[in-house]
């Protein structure tokens, strides 16, 4: 399926489940040194390939459709910076807008988090006063890259971030995962919420429970769904 299809359902998609309501939340796709993307402020139950904001990733410059999101500048960062990433989705969904809203990281409490994300799902730094005047989207972006470089962590084995006062960022090899991300993110952020809830001091999984069950459905070790035999 081309980009722009992709880019068109996927947008589709954050608000078919919830995950964005109004006009917040947006997908965007790595190919090819581009980046497709949902331009501004348009309904996207409505949006149609032609109007897809397509731009080259490495000087972001608008190569067709519309205006693009005024995300853009943030998902060009990322890009940038970690080749890795096919795909990104922002949304407001509420329960983890709720803890970036709170500049609180999701803690690791149960294996639900551990089987995607290898940590705490963690939350940037806030933007200081000039990083809001000056470049506030880029610098958005580069608050999401310096955290992860400084965690020391691929990208992959943390497919998630909580911008502080904002929300959340995900996502994935493609488009596909990115979304199975943004899904599962804020599931985790409900059952965190709930778990914490019920018993305010529940403990960290531990280090060995958490990477069992991170390492048995990703990397080289990873042992979980059926082999490819053909």
């Known amino acids: 399926m081309n980009p722009l299809a992709l880019t068109c359902e996927y947008n589709k998609k954050i608000f078919e489940s919830n995950l964005g309501i109004s006009k917040f939340g947006n997908a965007g796709i790595s190919h090819n040194g581009n980046l497709f993307i949902k331009p501004s402020g348009v309904d996207v139950c409505a949006l149609i390939e032609s109007e897809v904001s397509v731009l080259e990733i490495k000087s972001a410059k608008l190569l067709s459709g519309l205006s693009p999101s005024t995300d853009t500048p943030t998902y060009i960062e990322i890009l940038k910076s970690f080749p890795s990433i096919g795909a990104i989705i922002h949304t407001h ?63 992959l084995s943390c497919p998630g971030i909580l911008v502080s006062s904002h929300g959340p960022f995900v996502w994935g090899k493609n488009i596909q995962e990115a979304y199975e991300h943004a899904i599962l993110l804020e599931y985790v952020a409900e059952i965190t919420y709930l778990s914490l809830k019920i018993k305010p001091n529940t403990e960290l999984l531990s280090s060995e429970l958490r990477n069992k069950h991170f390492n048995r459905k990703n990397g080289k070790e990873s042992y979980y769904g059926q082999s490819d035999t053909s």
């Open 93 to 155: 969904s509420k329960f983890a807008t709720a803890w970036a809203q709170t500049c609180k990281p999701i803690p690791c409490i149960g294996t639900s988090h551990a089987d995607y994300w290898s940590v705490n799902i963690p939350v940037t730094e806030k933007l200081k006063h000039a990083q809001v005047v000056d470049c506030y989207e880029k610098q958005t972006g580069l608050q999401i890259v310096n955290k992860i470089k400084d965690m020391k962590i691929h990208p």
